[in-house]
C-alpha cells in the first residue's frame, strides 16, 4: 500500500506520463482480481471454479493427509491423529472456501478417528472419555479459528483492494480533472488575450471617434454661433439706429429677436461646456476650497451687489482633492442658482459652510430661494431639467448638469435638500486632502 501511494503521489505530480501508465495496469490488475472472485464465503484463492471441484478438492486435501498420515503411522502409532488434517482444512478454506472447508473438518474428524484413534476402524462415540472430548474439541476449535480466519483476512484483503481501486480511480478522475482545468484555463486565457486586444482596438477607435466629434462639434458651435452674433449685433444696431422709424411693436420684436439669439449662443456654450467633462482629462490635486470660493464670489460682485444679496461663509474651509477648474464651475452654477431663484421681492440668503467627515469633506451652499418640489428633485440633475419658464427665471438647463458631472468627474456627490418656496440646501461631497 506504502509504494503505490508513493507511484499515485508521483502520478498526480507529473501528469498521465510513465507513472499514469504504471496507475492505469495497476488499475486493471486489481478490477481482474476483484472480478475472479466469487463471494464473501470464498476464500482469498478461490476463483470461477464449479462447486463440485471446490468440494472435491476439500475431499482430495484430506485424503491426501490421510494417506500421509497412514504413511507414517508405524512411527506415531495413534499418537496426534488430528495433526496432519489442520494442513488439509487451511488448504481447503484457502483454495475452495466457506462450506468445503468445513466439509474438511468433518472428514477430517472421521478419517482420524476411524485410522488413527482406538479403536481403529470403527467409530466408538459411546465410550469417549474426558480426554477425548478435550482432543475433539480442540481439534473443532481449531480447524473452525484457521476457517474463520482464512475468511477474515479475505475480506479485509478484499476490502484493502476495493481502497487501492478506488484510489486508483480517484486519481485517474483527478488526472483528468487537472487536464480539464488546464485546458479550460489556456482557453480562458487565450479568450483573454483575444478580449484584451479587441477593447484596445475599440478603445482606440473610440478614442479616435470622440475627437473627431469633438471637432465636429466645435465647427458645429463657431458656425452656429457667428451667424448669432451677427443676428445680436443687427438687432442691435436696429433699436439703436433705426428707433425713430419703428413703433413699439416693431422695437419689441427686434428685442426678442436678440434675446433669443443671446439665449442660443449661451446654450450653445453650456452644451460644449458639458460635452468636454464627458470627455477631456483632469488632474486631481490638493485644491483650496476658500480661494475657488473667493475666486466664484468675485465674478459675482456686480450680482449680490444689485440683489442686494447677504452670504455668510461659516470659515475656514478645508481643502479637498479635485480639480480647480472643475470645482470653479460647480461653485459657480451653485452661486448663479441661489442668487437667481429666489421669489420677487425676496434678497437672496446664502449661507455657505463644510463639514469634515470619513474622510471626505461636505460642503454645503444654503438659500432662501424658491424650492424644489419633491417630483423635481430627481430631475433637476439632468439636462434641460428647468423648473421655471424662460420668461419667469433665464436660464438654459444645464447649469445642475454640469455640477453633477464635474463632481463625477471628482469621484465625488451631489444632492439636494429642498421644500418648495423654502429654500434649497445643496451639497457636494469630496474627498478630503490629507
Known amino acids: 500500500m506504502g509504494d503505490w501511494g508513493v507511484k499515485a503521489s508521483s502520478a498526480s505530480k507529473s501528469g498521465m506520463g510513465t507513472e499514469a501508465g504504471k496507475l492505469a495496469s495497476y488499475l486493471f490488475s486489481i478490477t481482474g482480481r476483484t472480478k475472479n472472485v466469487r463471494s ?28 500421509l498420515r497412514l504413511a507414517v503411522d508405524p512411527v506415531l502409532k495413534s499418537h496426534h491423529p488430528y ?18 472447508s468445513v466439509l474438511a473438518i468433518v472428514l477430517s474428524y472421521l ?57 486508483a480511480r480517484e486519481i485517474v478522475e483527478r488526472e483528468r480533472v487537472q487536464k480539464d482545468l488546464e485546458r479550460a484555463q489556456e482557453a480562458l486565457q487565450n479568450h483573454t488575450n483575444t478580449l484584451e486586444e479587441r477593447v484596445e482596438e475599440r478603445t482606440a477607435v473610440l478614442r479616435q471617434t470622440i475627437h473627431s466629434l469633438e471637432a465636429v462639434c466645435y465647427h458645429i458651435a463657431h458656425d ?36 433669443a439669439a443671446h439665449r442660443m449662443d449661451r446654450l450653445i456654450q453650456s452644451l460644449l461646456d458639458y460635452g468636454r467633462l ?32 447677504k452670504i455668510q461663509i461659516d470659515r475656514p474651509l478645508p481643502a479637498v482633492r479635485g480639480n480647480p477648474i472643475l470645482i470653479e464651475q460647480v461653485l459657480s452654477h451653485l452661486l448663479d442658482n441661489a442668487l437667481k431663484f429666489v421669489r420677487k ?29 419633491p417630483e423635481y428633485r430627481d ?15 433665464p436660464g438654459v438647463g444645464i447649469g445642475l448638469a454640469i455640477v453633477a458631472k464635474a463632481v463625477q468627474r471628482m469621484k465625488g456627490n451631489v444632492e439636494v435638500e429642498s421644500e418648495l418656496n423654502k429654500g434649497s440646501r445643496f451639497w457636494v461631497e469630496l474627498p478630503a486632502a490629507e
Open 345 to 373: 421681492g425676496v434678497a437672496p440668503r446664502i449661507h455657505i459652510r463644510a463639514q469634515t467627515r470619513n474622510g471626505t469633506v461636505r460642503l454645503w451652499i444654503e438659500d432662501n430661494g424658491i424650492g424644489i418640489a
Open 40 to 67: 464473501d464465503t470464498d476464500g482469498p484463492g478461490v476463483k470461477r471454479r464449479t462447486p463440485l471441484a471446490r468440494y472435491l478438492m476439500s475431499i482430495g486435501s484430506v485424503a491426501l493427509m490421510t494417506g
Open 278 to 309: 464627458g470627455h477631456q482629462e483632469f488632474s486631481i490635486s490638493k485644491v483650496s476650497l476658500e480661494a475657488q470660493l473667493d475666486g466664484a464670489l468675485a465674478s459675482f460682485a456686480a450680482q449680490v451687489l444689485a440683489r442686494e444679496a
Open 224 to 259: 452656429l454661433r457667428a451667424p448669432l452674433r451677427a443676428m445680436q449685433g443687427f438687432t442691435t444696431l436696429l433699436v439703436k439706429d433705426y428707433a425713430p422709424h419703428l413703433d413699439c411693436t416693431g422695437e419689441d420684436y427686434a428685442r426678442r429677436v436678440g434675446e
Open 83 to 100: 495433526t496432519f488434517y489442520f494442513a488439509a482444512i487451511a488448504v481447503s478454506a484457502w483454495y475452495s472456501g466457506f462450506w468445503p
Open 379 to 393: 430631475k433637476i440633475f439632468q439636462v434641460f431639467e428647468r423648473l421655471q419658464p424662460d420668461e419667469i427665471q
Open 111 to 167: 478419517a482420524a478417528d476411524w485410522f488413527f484413534v482406538p479403536p481403529i476402524y470403527a467409530f466408538d462415540f459411546h465410550d469417549f472419555g474426558l480426554d477425548d472430548f478435550l482432543s475433539l474439541g480442540g481439534f473443532l476449535f481449531s480447524g473452525l479459528v484457521i476457517v474463520f480466519s482464512s475468511r477474515a483476512l479475505e475480506i479485509a484483503k478484499r476490502r484493502a483492494e476495493q481502497k487501492q481501486l478506488d484510489l
